[in-house]
């Protein structure tokens, strides 16, 4: 089932309406209807906040097969599930199929140019490891210039936003919170 799909599924079980979900989340209920019907690929902060208004976790938005125990997920299998944005990134969610988890790491491909000036700011901490690339990103009103195998760990409540320096820059990002495991 479709991210879309799965959001409108949880939110019809639940008895509620688009108006009565965006409002919560902070957006319109345009911006969810477009979410639901495939139309938008939403970013992150706005999964996690659609998680927690439906009561769930965004594994259980990103992927249904739960897998207990260890998870391994190939290179072949992770590239393969890359959802792509309008916000001038793709991501990936790694061991999606394993619920009730402290925390959700994303492998994330970010273009420059194509970004935009987001900011940023969710319930929980969020870790992220630079794999190629540099970037910049802020966190709160501190600055930190990000090479490969530099990382910044944060509490994700803070607004925190990026400007990538090279043309691509490819990271991990996990986010750790009871709501979005």
Do not use: W
Not at 10 to 38: M, Y
């Amino acid at each position: 089932m479709e991210l879309g799909s799965k959001i409108r599924k949880l939110r019809k079980e639940q008895n509620r309406s688009l108006d009565d979900i965006a409002k919560a989340c902070g957006f319109t209920k345009s911006l969810l209807s477009k979410i639901e019907n495939g139309k938008t690929v939403p970013p992150i902060g706005t999964l996690i906040k659609i998680a927690e208004t439906l009561g769930t976790k965004i594994s259980i938005l990103l992927d249904d097969n739960d897998l207990y125990g260890t998870v391994y997920t190939s290179q072949a299998r992770s590239m393969g599930k890359m959802v792509h944005t309008d916000k001038g990134y793709s991501f990936s969610a790694i061991a999606a199929e394993r619920p009730e988890k402290l925390m959700q790491p994303f492998y994330f491909v970010a273009k420059k140019g194509k970004t935009g000036k987001r900011t940023f700011s969710h319930v929980g901490q969020e870790f992220i490891y630079v794999l190629e690339g540099t970037m910049i990103y802020y966190v709160g009103k501190e600055e930190y210039t990000l090479n490969a195998g530099d990382s910044l760990y944060f509490d994700s409540v803070e607004n925190h936003t990026y400007t990538l320096v090279t043309e691509e820059v490819k990271y991990l990002s996990v986010f750790c919170s009871d709501s979005n495991a």
